[in-house]
């Protein structure tokens, strides 16, 4: 089964400003769609509100998985749907342990309760995918890891959880090669039936590792271009200037408003 993550026309705001304009965008299990666009164009913006962020006001449009809006869904509702949300700087959390925290979010989503055997083998197995260190189930949640460390955690949190749709927002900052290419790979090997992707990212080189069926230039609140590498390439040469001067664009780059909230016990809802 396919399934299907449309927005539609979205206009959202905080009380000091508009972010998004009329945005449209649908993605479909098996597929990676990339977000690139200047700063403070609504792009985390856009993260924050599919996970359903309450500090953002919708008002106009709607967010529909599997033909049901998901609007008037909470942040944890929204991830047993199947929607997961990488943190773009993961929270540190001490007193609970990695591994307490994935299972007690997969049974949050699920409703089923995990057996301890079938969790611990997966456990380690993603661990092992992601080179992740052997007493990291013990460790206090991402309290100490180094940011590549805490952004592998978040993929191998998505590994556990298997959603339909992974939004991961700025997964590849403060990675090097090794954690780049460990990440990109493991993100890029759970694509299928049964996963789509919605990457944001301002740098190439991580889609030398998760290859974009579509990639989307963001300007202003809305997606002005859908296109594929060329466009990657375009970008990575000339930046966004060619964009203003193709379609008569002012691009606004006022900076986003930066807000932290952790969302959810089950889902991993962004902050800015």
């Known amino acids: 089964m396919t399934n299907i993550l449309e927005i539609k026309d979205l206009y ?68 047993r ?28 989503c699920t ?7 079938s969790f611990i083998r997966k456990y380690e197995k993603a661990c092992a ?28 949190q998505m590994k556990m959880l298997e959603p339909k749709f992974a939004i991961l927002d700025e997964i590849d900052s403060g990675l090097d090669v090794d954690a780049l290419r460990i990440v990109g790979e493991n993100v890029y090997n759970m694509v299928g039936e049964n996963l789509g992707v919605l990457l944001i990212t301002h740098y190439e080189r991580l889609l030398d590792y998760i290859k974009p069926d579509f990639v989307h230039i963001m300007i202003n609140g809305k997606i002005v271009m859908t296109g594929k590498n060329e466009l990657i390439e375009k970008i990575d040469k000339y930046g966004y200037d ?9 691009i606004d780059t006022e900076e986003e408003i930066r807000t932290h909230a952790i969302l959810g016990s089950c889902a991993h809802a962004g902050r800015e």
């Not at 409703?111 to 055997?117: M, P, Q, R, V």
């Not at 060619?242 to 002012?250: A, I, R, S, T, Y």
């Open 12 to 79: 959202a705001r905080v009380p000091e400003k508009e972010i998004l304009k009329g945005l449209n965008l649908t993605i479909k299990t098996g597929e990676v769609h990339v977000i690139m666009g200047p700063n403070g164009t609504g792009k985390s913006t856009l993260a924050s509100i599919i996970m359903g962020k309450r500090s953002y006001e919708v008002t106009k449009g709607d967010i529909v998985l599997d033909g049901k809006s998901i609007l008037p869904l909470e942040v944890d509702e929204r991830a």
């Open 129 to 156: 995918d992601l080179k992740m260190p052997e007493d990291l189930a013990h460790r206090y949640l991402n309290e100490g890891f180094s940011g590549g460390e805490k952004k592998r955690n978040e993929i191998l």
């Open 242 to 250: 060619w964009v203003k001067d193709e379609l008569g664009l002012e």
């Open 81 to 108: 749907a199947g929607l997961f949300l990488a943190y773009q700087n993961p929270e540190e959390v001490n007193g609970v342990t990695n591994s307490d925290f994935v299972r007690q979010a997969m049974k949050a």
């Open 111 to 117: 409703g089923k309760d995990i057996n301890l055997f």
